[in-house]
């Protein structure tokens, strides 16, 4: 079943995200801007959290979960140290989640539109691993150009 290629994905993603977050000389670094970047590496990792926080554990999962999307991007110099444990967090979240979904659901229009045209639950599933892989990029990306300032 594609719930289990997806989880299995999204788990070992998720553990590169770890791993980039980890390779940072220095929080301080972590945190920074420069040039044309807006983002900082800890910015876009609090984003991905939020995201799948949002659109698997709590739309998905029923978690309860309650996104500040505007606090992803202004929020600031939180240790790496609780990222990587809500890195593992949402790991299980999306673990136990995706485990509960029937091929039925998959095939059913995500709650939420977030485009004119609805998606099925397993596109949207599909788009957020995009996303996540998206951003990993800009992190991989910030880190190497970071680290050179």
């Known amino acids: 079943m594609i719930t289990t290629s997806l989880s299995n994905l999204f788990s070992r993603d998720l553990d590169r995200l770890k791993a980039e ?3 940072y000389e220095s929080d301080r670094v972590f945190w920074s801007v420069a040039k044309e970047i807006s983002n900082s590496a800890g910015n876009l ?3 991905l959290i939020g995201n799948l926080n949002h ?10 979960y309650l ?3 505007e606090a992803e991007f202004n929020d600031k110099n939180i240790k790496r140290k609780l990222l990587l444990e809500q890195i ?3 790991k299980a979240i999306i673990e136990t989640t ?3 979904l029937s091929d039925t659901d998959l095939q ?6 977030i485009r004119k045209e609805g998606m099925s639950v397993e596109q949207f599933l599909l788009h957020l691993y995009g996303h996540l892989n998206y951003h990993l990029g800009q992190i ?3 880190r190497r150009l970071i680290n050179e300032c």
């Open 88 to 90: 593992d967090e949402i």
């Open 67 to 69: 996104r500040d999307r």
């Open 140 to 142: 991989n990306y910030h």
């Open 108 to 113: 059913q229009t995500y709650p939420i539109n």
């Open 55 to 64: 659109f698997i554990g709590a739309i998905l999962g029923n978690t309860g």
């Open 21 to 23: 977050v980890t390779s």
């Open 45 to 47: 990792t609090i984003h």
């Open 98 to 100: 995706l485990s509960g």
